[in-house]
């Protein structure tokens, strides 16, 4: 199925779970948030919810950076 | 809230991280605006009923009063402090009682002054919350860093030699007083000999006010020692004012 | 100078007076050895979305959490909303609970948005944010952040990343009479003196990111601001002698050689 992340299009198995999800791109689920169709997923649901098709995810973390 | 109605928070993760915003109880009575700080010693007032030389005290224009009286049991110190309080409270100055928190706690009483033996001004912070006012009385810098977890203001002293404070230990100096300014941000106010002709060197020397004991108990004018007191502490600010710091 | 001469806000302590940031560096191994270099223990970074493309480094592999206080900022936000989103997603990713909230006002200069910057403060505060506002040097709008609830306060010295140091020092001055939260200048530091200066004022501390990471040998600029935040406090304490217009001879008259 497809979903939108952070902006882009991206082919996710169907009925992936956010861990599933994170896995797959290689991200570390300690060091982000995630941010799904505008509320935020507490971490210790990662594995029980489950993605859809057109579902909008925003992955954040902190990165080196200040006012820009 | 300010943002999108769609954007959930989950208010149970949050950990109560929250500073407590300090109001003071009488929000146009701050311990920076006092100026002086009169403690009460009804042993120094000749003869005179206590209410009547702090109402003296109060016409001449003083904010606060601090109700010490160590020797009183908390039964009569209570009755007293129901007496003091319609006194102080009609001409809005505020109410402070010495050390014991109960009382504060029994009664609409503005805050509690503590002593470097009283409990430590983070516990009385707990037990009061934070609306009251909490006053330490301060003789070095490290008690002075410690009290600002919890007080509103410090007392510091005692800065001259007074008989009232012999038992505290020699006067400290107004040099220890431009030290403490240095390391701390609460408002100070320097206690210990003050009288109407040296109050303005220590506003000078760097504290908001100063508070006295017998200069006003044992008066013959309480109000108008007040008025003297207060008279050399605004000439102390605007001499401070005047005073640009070297960068 | 009294062992307990520490930096304390929202009942944390720390020992060093300078805080440091993430952006700009060269690349990630030089950022690591300015931050050693710098001595500081807090660390501010950005809140933004991961990237995708894992050849990338992450900026996390830099930075030792068990070292450093994480402090998330807010940067790039222009309004309350935004900036509360920000702090909310930032506290999220759950390895940490401060925020260096900025609400920009105007692109070129980078100047905070103060009625944007009280209104977040207010939100967050109240949410349980260790909030560190942003602001400009006017004491006003200090004092409303600090009676909003904010841990500290931080006065820009000069626009981010202009390296004009304390343009205000008069300004910075007052806002040190009236607070009751730390001050921490933010902004517009360019090389050591600037952040003596800061220092010698009274702040409490002192934040900065391009005068380091911009300069051209930033570890051995960081290890400079280390040293100059650390003169600066030790000369504010020591109690400097008044300035005058005229000599004060510091040798005695008498038992001249005639």
Known sequence: ?68 | MVYGSRFTVDRKSHRALARPIRELSTVNCPPASWGFYVLTDRSLTKGRPLEVVVDAALQGGVNAIQLREKDLSARALYELAQRLLPIVHSRRAVLLVNDRIDLALTLPIDGVHLAQTSLPPVEARRLLGPRRLIGVSCHTVQEAIEAQNGADFIVLGPLFFTPSKAAYGSPIGLERLREVRRHVRLPILGIGGITASNAAQVIEAGAEGVAAISAVMAADDPAGAVRDVLHAVKSGLAVRARRVEPL | MEKSDVLTFAGRRFRSRLIVGTGKYPDYLSMQRAHDASGAEIVTVAVRRVNLDRTQESLLDYIDTKRYTLLPNTAGCYTAEEAIKTAILAREVGLSDLVKLEVIGDQRTLFPDNEELLNATRVLVKEGFVVLPYTNDDPVMAKKLEDAGAAAVMPLGAPIGSGLGIRNPYNIKIILETARVPVIVDAGVGTASDAAIAMELGCDGVLMNTGIAGAKDPVAMAEAMRHAVLAGRLAYLAGRIPKKLYATASSPLEGMIE
Not at chain 1, 35 to 54: D, F, P, S, W
């Open chain 1, 1 to 68: 199925m497809e979903l939108i992340v952070n902006g882009k299009r991206r082919e996710v198995t169907d009925g992936a779970s956010l861990t599933v999800l994170l896995n797959e791109l290689n991200i570390n689920p300690l060091r982000v948030a995630v941010q799904l169709n505008l509320e935020i997923v507490k971490r210790e649901r990662y594995g029980k919810t489950v993605l859809k098709a057109g579902d909008r995810l925003e992955i954040i973390t902190f990165m080196a950076g200040g006012a820009e």
